[in-house]
């Protein structure tokens, strides 16, 4: 079943970091209509903040690629060290030649094209927390 909008018994809790707010007001939306616990930020700094304040796991980061102070794939970064699970889809409307000039590569990196639907959102989402959390190196 593709771009089901009826809620279900999705859990977990989700970080959406985006500069436009129209954009983060519907992912969000969008989500806890699914039964997700949702966290939003407008920026990467905001969104550390609120990563650092938040007494659970964060199970996903959804983030623009292109943030003001840090890029999307640098926040990843940052919060994974927090949480080592966590998984991320990375968004934006730019080339992939800008994207990657951004460390983040649509062919390797869980990926939506700006601009795109709800229901689109929701099946990326269910993807991506199906998919096993990627490794870290050891240290």
Known sequence: MTGALAPSPETGTI??????????????????????????????????????????????????????????????????????????????????EVLRQHGVSPATAPFLRKPFGAPVLIDKVREVLQQPAPMLPSR
């Open 15 to 96: 970080l959406v970091v985006e500069d436009q707010e129209e954009i983060r007001r519907m992912v969000d939306r969008a989500l806890k209509a699914c039964g997700y616990t949702m966290l939003t930020a407008s920026g990467g700094t905001e969104a550390l903040s609120l990563v650092r304040a938040h007494p659970g796991p964060v199970d996903l980061l959804i983030s623009d690629v292109l943030l003001w102070g840090m890029s999307g794939a640098e926040l990843y970064g940052r919060v994974r060290q927090l949480h080592r699970k966590l998984r991320v889809l990375f968004m934006s409307g730019y080339s992939e």
